[in-house]
């Protein structure tokens, strides 16, 4: 049987351990509460500013190949080169938020070089930058930070560069990848293609009603303006919704953590039980012996 003491230590040691997880969890849980506001009012000036950016992207697909003069809509005849934009967290300890991340942009990178295409990749994030590190693959870009703080300013001016290169030419697609925020207890991969604007999954969604009218002689300058604060807003809306689902994903493991800890205390306290038990009674049965042998 253990020693008393080790197991006495091995509790204290374990009920240490369920302190901090339980106060990691309401830290979690208190940011959680904040950033998810944060996410759901940003939520909804992406999805208005998507909307209007789909609806340029089908006007112009309706008026033809004359109309469209952005190389922001203009899909490459050849793809030799894609970007992969990828958060992760910048600090541990929130169950697999970070892995399957990671486990979807190796799939991806995968999938793309089947097709003998080049693949840069851009990470935002401690624990996504280490892992490529570790695993000796180069990236163009980094950023340590940002995912922990999100900034509009600071995002824009990362994914700014990547969508320059994409203008002129280096690269022909932008993919971004993160773990989002579902709710409280679930997060979800998200993949999404920045540029080029893809209009053909939005054949059918035309608004007969629609208001919105493009001139086929434009020169484009506004609406590459709007196409700029649409990529730069997806990277900002991205860096929220990804510390959402972090924060969720953290409140949940440290949940399993505090759980998985009192449970071990209680194992320990009947193995402690037991071998005291054990103690008293081979002392007994030592005193027994003893006055026995003295009659």
Do not use: W
């Not at 009603?209 to 303006?225: C, H, K, Q, V």
């Not at 949940?252 to 505090?258: E, G, I, K, L, S």
């Amino acid at each position: 049987m253990a020693n008393l003491k080790d197991i006495k230590r091995k509790i204290k040691s374990v009920k240490n351990t369920q302190k901090t997880t339980r106060a990691m969890k309401l830290v979690s849980s208190a940011k959680l509460r904040r950033t998810e506001e944060l996410a759901k009012r940003s939520r909804v000036y992406a999805a208005k500013l998507t909307d209007m950016i789909d609806e340029i992207a089908l006007q112009l697909q309706r008026l033809g190949e004359g109309a469209n003069n952005s190389v922001f809509f203009s899909k490459r005849d050849e793809v030799e080169n894609v970007d992969i934009i990828f958060v992760t967290a910048d600090k541990g300890l929130c169950g697999g938020f970070n892995a399957q991340t990671i486990k979807r942009v190796n799939k991806l990178i995968s999938e793309i070089k089947s097709d003998n295409v080049k693949v840069r990749l851009h990470a935002v994030g401690r624990k996504g930058i280490d892992y490529y590190k570790f695993n000796s693959v180069e990236m163009a870009s980094e950023v340590i930070g940002l995912s922990s703080s999100p900034d509009y300013d600071q995002a824009a001016a990362f994914i700014s560069g990547i969508a320059e290169d994409y203008a002129s030419g280096k690269t022909d697609k932008i993919i971004m990848v993160h773990n989002g925020y579902i709710n409280m207890i679930t997060q979800e991969i998200k993949q999404d293609q920045i540029l080029p604007i893809d209009s053909s999954r939005l054949e059918g969604k035309m608004k007969s009603d629609s208001e919105l009218e493009i001139e086929p002689d434009d020169d484009g300058t506004l609406l590459d303006a709007l196409i700029k604060r649409y990529v730069e807003y997806s990277m900002y809306y991205t860096l929220i919704d990804s510390l959402a689902a972090e924060h969720a994903a953290r409140m949940q493991a440290m949940d399993a953590a505090t759980t998985n800890a009192k449970e071990m205390v209680k194992k320990l306290s009947v193995q402690y039980n037991k071998a005291r038990q054990e103690a008293i009674t081979t002392e007994l049965i030592e005193i027994i012996s003893g006055m026995e042998s003295m009659k």
